[in-house]
């Protein structure tokens, strides 16, 4: 018998992190030490949106849905003992990533690698953001300098490092097709290579470095036959799309290369033990293929609807790609495709369609103007309320939620407070007072190198830089800080003023500390054309915070608010009479009349950082489809702005949708600010990834439903708010129909 080369196995990642540095670094190390072959840094939402842990919107996320990482200092004890210079580092982060990385290379410094040869991505996408995960910071044209700056210097500096890793999964997560996801993708990356190319920062020979160093991160849906001609299509047409407009001739720099999260959206909360066998599918979409293989891989965990995976259920998604990588024959043979009809066929389909879809949105100005446009926006809406529409009606059948829904008792969720991993609500003060300490020695190190006596550590607090290097102290967290306006407007807008938490303008009496330097060049940097990238490398040496570092350059970029879609999306179904919405949007007029009032109204809220917006807009489009008037700013607001909201727009329902775990804070500070106000007629409902516990808490604290997603009949859900506001104003219930 004739022995068979065997390929390399592709890299095996975890996304991981959480808590602090200390507890992320000895998760990192155990799953090395289980043959994870690279690592996925996942950020908390703070540090993501470049907020430090003490800001008021952090209030509740620190630590939730990844590592917060203020300062050098953070970064250091995230990588203590793992020699960066050998590993492969992904790092999912997107506004922030030039400060991410500018860290990252810190510490890979100060561990003695040679920097060259540093590997590894940061995401970077901010379109993507824009779209649908929502940690954008800055407007559109500051954002892709950041990400072209990256570039440029990476090309020069770190030759080995993907700048940029063209993000569509979570485009598909807010409900992009595959042509979608591919037209989409591509036309974010065609935007960054025009922005590189005309930019005048990399030469025109060095292109084909540019292009050879940007990868892509997809999505891997359950239907694997179809995500498998997605990803031979991604290939055929980035190939075509570097080698016609950029002239790349060299095939190795016009290779797809992608690595792959599979997908999140299609887990399920009922009998999520069928989640294993969905990742599993998912999984072979992305590597049965060899032409079309991925170069690395993430699985979820099979718990993740339900909160945050364990070390132990994520070695289980770590032992899946094990398994099929050593113990199957997958790598011993080719394309396992090639000469498929069937594949040819498909693939064909979505080239064209996806060329089509590409060719629309160069036709508007390319990504960037359909980002602001809000046309991207608005179909991803679309498509996401249709796909709800299909599970509702039953034309897509979701085992466990609308088919087969009949099940025995589940041993793996018998106890659901150990089924999960929670972060320990003492976490946050710890960071925030670690935050304070860093902030302290910082201080008290530049006043002292001066001649001046030590400060008092409050002196040192609050006299360093003025206050005009750090954001809003944890203390002066319980009464929120003012930001107008209070009803934060719908559509995008550039915002150019100074963020929020500034804490005065007078000149600083010690604005010489190698801190205040270092941000005053990073923001003369920012008002000029110089790349951002050694002005950022100086903050982090300097001991600069995350906060800090965005602060600055918000007070020169200013702040975006993307569009939110709802508006201008298309209905997914019609409330014709008779029909279960019909029904709903026949008792919403009643109660309207009852109430006196030409409609219902319905605010929508967001409250602290979390981006995932999907579930939010589909409950308004819906309920803007069952006649309600829907008051639907978007993402990142403050409790008292939406309480603020909520007594300006005269609302007759509050909904809350929190996914990242800060529901058990930011709920009851709406409640307890309706309280207050006098508004204990407006119902609170909330929805996200809500614990049984943490729900009976909430509906003590007086929240009138509580939703997860196990509830997938939006029709319904709107159903139950109409109840809701009956109750509230003591209204007799209304008769169903039979």
Request: aromatic share 6%.
């Amino acid at each position: 018998m004739t022995e068979r080369h065997k390929d390399r196995p592709w890299l095996m990642r975890t996304y991981a992190g959480h808590s602090t540095a200390e507890a992320s670094n000895e998760l990192y190390r155990r799953n090395l030490a289980k043959g994870q072959t690279g690592l996925s840094v996942a950020f908390d939402l703070p540090t993501q949106t470049g907020y430090d842990s003490d800001h008021i919107l952090a209030r509740g996320e620190v630590g939730r849905v990844g590592v917060p990482v203020a300062h050098v200092g953070d970064m250091r004890r995230l990588f203590q003992d793992i020699p960066l210079e050998q590993m492969n580092t992904s790092m999912t982060i997107n506004a922030t990533a030039m400060w991410l990385l500018a860290l990252y290379q810190v510490v890979a410094e100060e561990q003695g690698a040679d920097i060259g040869r540093l590997q590894g991505t940061t995401q970077n996408d901010i379109v993507k953001e824009y779209l649908s995960r929502g940690t954008h910071v800055f407007p559109p044209g500051p954002s892709l300098r950041l990400t072209t700056d990256m570039i440029a210097y990476t090309v020069s500096h770190l030759p080995k490092w993907n700048p940029i890793n063209i993000c569509s999964y979570h485009l598909q997560e807010a409900g992009a097709t595959p042509v979608q996801e591919i037209a989409y993708a591509i036309s974010t990356a065609i935007a960054v290579l025009d922005a590189v190319r005309d930019g005048g920062q990399v030469p025109r020979e060095r292109m084909g470095d540019v292009v050879g160093r940007i990868s892509f991160f997809v999505n891997a849906g359950v239907r694997f036959v179809e995500e498998m001609c997605k990803m031979r299509a991604f290939g055929r047409i980035w190939d075509r799309v570097t080698r016609e407009r950029y002239g790349i001739e060299d095939p190795k720099h016009r290779r797809f290369r992608y690595g792959v999260q599979v997908n999140s959206l299609g887990l399920t909360e009922a009998q999520p033990e069928n989640n294993v066998q969905r990742i599993v599918l998912e999984m072979l979409a992305v590597t049965l293929s060899k032409d079309a293989r991925a170069r690395a891989v993430q699985l979820p965990a099979w718990n993740e609807a339900l909160g945050l995976p364990r070390p132990w259920d994520q070695q289980w998604s770590l032992r899946i790609q094990q398994v099929l990588a050593y113990e199957s024959d997958l790598l011993e043979y080719g394309d396992l495709f090639e000469g498929s009809k069937v594949v040819e066929a498909k693939v064909g389909e979505l080239v064209e369609e996806s060329l089509a879809e590409i060719e629309r949105i160069q036709e508007m100005g390319g990504a960037m103007a359909a980002v602001e446009s809000g046309y991207l926006k608005s179909r991803l809406v679309a498509s996401h309320a249709e796909r709800r529409a299909r599970i509702e009606s039953g034309e897509e059948k979701v085992i466990g939620v609308n088919a087969f829904e009949g099940t025995e008792p589940n041993p793996l969720t018998a106890d659901l407070d150990t089924a999960i991993q929670t972060v320990d609500p003492a976490v946050e003060a710890q960071v925030v007072q670690a935050l304070r300490e860093w902030r302290r020695n910082a201080d008290k190190a530049a006043l002292s190198d001066n001649g001046v006596a030590e400060p008092t550590a409050g002196q040192a607090e609050s006299d360093a830089c003025g206050g005009l290097c750090r954001t809003a102290p944890f203390g002066d967290r319980q009464k929120p800080v003012k930001q107008e306006p209070k009803v934060v407007p719908s559509r995008g807008t550039d915002r150019n003023r100074p963020p929020s938490d500034e804490r005065g303008s007078q000149q600083p009496p010690f604005n010489h500390s190698r801190r205040c330097r270092a941000l005053g060049r990073l923001r003369e940097a920012a008002a000029t054309d110089d790349n951002l990238m050694e002005a950022t490398l100086e903050c982090a040496r300097a001991g600069v915070t995350t906060g800090e570092w965005a602060g600055a350059l918000r007070e020169v970029f200013g702040e975006f608010r993307a569009p939110t879609g709802v508006s201008s999306a298309p209905v997914a179904i019609a409330a014709e009479e008779g029909s279960a919405l019909g029904e709903v949007r026949r008792r919403v007029d009643l109660t309207a009349g009852d109430l006196g009032v030409g409609k219902l109204r319905f605010l929508v809220g967001k409250p602290g950082l979390d981006g995932h917006s999907n579930g939010a807009e589909q409950i308004a489009v819906r309920a803007r489809d069952a006649g309600f008037e829907v008051v639907y700013q978007g993402i990142r607001l403050t409790p008292e702005q939406i309480v603020d909201a909520a007594l300006a727009e005269d609302v007759h329902a509050v909904g809350l949708s929190v996914l990242s775990g800060s529901h058990a804070q930011l709920v009851p500070d709406v409640l307890e600010r309706l309280r207050v106000a006098g508004a204990t007629d407006i119902p609170v409902i909330a929805g996200g990834i809500i614990p049984n516990g943490d729900a009976e808490e909430l509906r003590a604290a007086g929240v009138a439903a509580v939703f997860t997603p196990k509830d997938f009949d939006i029709t319904s859900i709107i159903g139950r708010i109409v109840d809701e506001i009956r109750h509230a104003n003591k209204l007799d219930p209304l008769e169903v129909p039979a």
